[in-house]
């Protein structure tokens, strides 16, 4: 079975600093596909950014990037230039595979507040 | 924008009454969809995999006859909460993926439902 673990319930970080948001899994598949989302206050997922099993380089997306460590399984994301806006819970999620439709399994989430 | 749509974003019913929440793809077709449930500061927890044209997949423990779930067409599918109970509320929450590999996982904006 898959499994998600962010050991971060929390974190504080001084706006415009980076902060690297912990993810850890487990699998027994070869093929998988790791997500963040971010959810405000309002509910809302908000996709941030993928890693295939499969991709060699590390996932960016403007200020989002994934550190993948494939052999330590991890793929913790870190923001750079933090913003106000970020403050939010963010959730680390897999899939056991990389096509098709897919349901996802969530980590327990890590709330950011960024403060000003 | 949003590509999916739930609808409504929040509804207050009496116990015992039934609520149904909808979600649309918007553009794109959606063969499959996923209902999620969240507790207030809580991750969230896959419930069924709702498939266009055939019977839901319900996770383990969840009931299929309380929670209804009907895939009318490749871009709605349905979630009936049935006999509503106050420990029935609850933020709900609904996915759908596109047809190519990598797409991602898209949301709805959630349903935040409580029964009193």
């Known amino acids: 079975a898959q499994k998600i673990t962010q050991t971060q319930p929390g974190m504080f970080v001084q706006e415009k600093e980076a902060v690297t948001l912990d993810c850890t899994y487990d699998?027994?598949?070869?093929?998988?596909?790791l997500f963040w989302y971010k959810q405000p206050s309002s509910g809302e997922m908000i996709f941030l950014i993928y890693q295939g099993s499969y991709d060699e380089q590390n996932a960016t997306e403007g200020r989002y990037s994934l550190n993948f460590q494939k052999a330590r399984k991890s793929a913790n994301l870190v923001i750079s230039a933090s913003q106000l806006g970020d403050s939010a819970m963010y959730f680390c999620?897999?899939?056991?595979?990389?096509?098709?439709?897919?349901?996802?399994?969530f980590g327990q989430g890590t709330r950011l507040t960024i403060n000003p | 924008g949003a590509v999916v749509s739930q609808h409504p974003s929040r509804v207050i019913c009496k116990s015992g009454t039934s609520v149904k929440i909808e979600c649309r793809s918007l553009d794109f077709q959606a063969t499959t969809m996923f209902w999620y449930r969240q507790f207030p500061k809580q991750s969230l927890m896959l419930m069924a995999t709702?498939?266009?044209?055939?019977?839901?997949?319900?996770e383990q423990g969840v009931e299929k006859d309380k929670f209804l779930i009907n895939h009318a067409s490749l871009t709605l599918s349905t979630l009936t909460v049935t006999s509503a109970h106050p420990e029935d509320s609850s933020f709900y929450i609904c996915?759908?993926?596109?047809?190519?590999?990598?797409?991602?996982?898209?949301f709805g904006n959630g349903t935040r439902l409580t029964v009193t």
């Open positions: 699998t027994s598949d070869q093929s998988y596909g």
């Open positions: 709702s498939n266009e044209g055939s019977k839901a997949t319900y």
């Open positions: 999620a897999m899939t056991h595979s990389l096509q098709g439709a897919q349901k996802l399994v």
């Open positions: 996915s759908a993926r596109g047809a190519a590999s990598n797409s991602p996982l898209h």
